[in-house]
């Protein structure tokens, strides 16, 4: 990290950006060997919140029946209130640009709000079935809420819990768990709901930044559906009519590789690389396959080695090159 800052501020000195004696004052600031806990800080803050809201969740779970329905519910509501309560007396108000709070710490209570706020529809479902026995409706609902406070307050957290109730809704939990469970790969149907809603998140983020309107949020977009699309297609990927999915693959790879380097995401890049690479290992075991021909099949073992080496090898360069060319504007 020290010599890539180095790096940095060569560069910037080479452009005259900073001076020799600002380069200088840098240096020796440095030296002082001073760094901030402003990012533990809000990490812990994160946890907190999670711990609050999953406290919340397991006393309701726990005291179901000596606290009372309405009770809990009231509680739930309330406290809910007073972290929107208090977030909106400092919140500047809806923006087509990026706003931020004066303290972090409201970013937190409106995502403890949001939390809260899921709970509550999710267990007045539970309770008093208010949207019938269909129960796909708290997460579209749950969706809608978390939408509205994450465009209003401008927080990227709530959003990821927006697009994830969306998700939810369609049938797909895209989680460690579920992914080696194979549920998607298990239902095919599911892989196809994946690839609509990946592709309707792709839409919304180019509306988005084509139009203005929190054009920042496109990462949170982008990952999530880079991540559908992906899972989505390597499931297709093992299923009979893979030479279809061959080619939507091919496609996406090819718009998450220039969507990286436009917004200039390592992040971006390295998960298009990896799918990318899942993806043509499974078409080249596909053509193999087909072929049935065991003298292939030898050379291909007798290659592996060389290929795994050259596979690690061209992917520490590629993102090394990202690198480069990603600090090269500064």
Known sequence: MEKQNELLTEQLVSKEFVTPEQHNEIKKYWQLGIFSLNTELLFFLYVSVLLFTSGVGIVVYKNIDTIGHIAILAVNFILMLVCFYLSLKKAIGFSKKEVVFDNPIYDYLVLAGSILGCIFIGYIQYQYAIFGK?????????????????????????LSIAITALATFIGITITPKTVLANEVYSNPQLSYYGLALGAVLILIMEYTIREKVKDHFHIVYAT????????????????????????????????????????????????????????????????IMITDSSDIIMLFIYLLPFYVIGSIFLFIRLIQKFNKEKHAGI
């Open 224 to 287: 999530f559906a880079l991540n559908l699309i992906g899972i989505c297609c390597i499931a297709g990927l093992l299923e009979d009519y893979w030479y279809v999915f061959v080619f939507l693959m091919a496609l996406a790879i090819y718009y998450f590789y220039k969507v990286s380097h436009q917004i200039a995401s390592t992040f971006l890049f390295v998960f298009t690389l990896l799918y990318g690479y899942v993806g043509i290992n499974i078409f080249l075991g596909r053509l």
């Open 134 to 158: 269909d129960f796909g409706l708290v997460s579209l609902f749950s969706a809608a809420f978390c939408f509205v406070i994450a465009y209003y307050f401008d927080n990227k957290s709530v």
